[in-house]
């Protein structure tokens, strides 16, 4: 049996919904701008990301920082709420939000794992990628509320720790999913979670982005803009 996660919201365009739904093409389409809801057939989204070469220039993970205090004040960090959230089945909790008990899903390789020790939170799209592809030139602010963006539920994920070290930061040019029939959620969350921050990519990783994408079915995402 396969566990599936909570529903999520999905990719998003260069313009507002409103827009792209009227009736009429009587004035161009404003802009998307932070905090508009956008959507777009996936392979619509991925064409709308810039494609430009990247840059590692600069680069330390700390520049990232995690896990914050989250955002529930309930004494956990982002980490262990989002542990908490995706649990199949709740664990309990100890003192300095030990996580006890419990049992998670790991979607990147089709596991069921009893142990938080056992489980990684990703960052969908690495911290590293993200640098790679425009964090660089956002504030520590920025950064921050990337690493620990629980808004958006595809952007952090609890998947073994295993999986994620196999990912590391890799892009889909050169890592997907040991679980292929989790493929196709992971490259269009990954077009999803792009879209939202502005990132662009680069061209081996459209390539890779475009062929996987053709073997998925075109759905329309939706997401919040953050940038």
Known sequence: MRFARPARPAV????????????????HAAPAAPG????????????????????RAGYTRDKFRHWNAGRLA??????AEVLTSEAVTAPGR????????GLWYS??????LDSARKLDVDHL??????????ASGWSA??????????DDPRALIAVSASSNRSKSDQDPGTWLPAFEGYRCQYVTDWVADK??????VDVSEEAALSQALSRCPNEPVTVTLAR
């Open 141 to 150: 602010k920025e950064r921050e509320a990337y690493a620990n963006d629980q």
């Open 36 to 55: 508009d809801t956008v959507t777009l057939p996936v392979r619509d989204a991925l064409q709308a990301l810039e494609v430009q070469e990247e840059s």
């Open 125 to 134: 799209v690495p911290l590293a990628e993200a640098w790679d592809s425009g």
């Open 94 to 101: 100890e003192a300095n939000c030990v996580l006890t008990g």
């Open 195 to 200: 879209t939202r921050y502005g990132l662009s």
């Open 107 to 112: 979607a990147y390789d089709d596991q069921y």
């Open 12 to 27: 998003a365009s260069l313009c507002v919904v409103a827009a792209l739904s009227a009736p009429t093409a009587t004035a």
């Open 74 to 79: 309930d004494g956990c960090n982002t980490r």
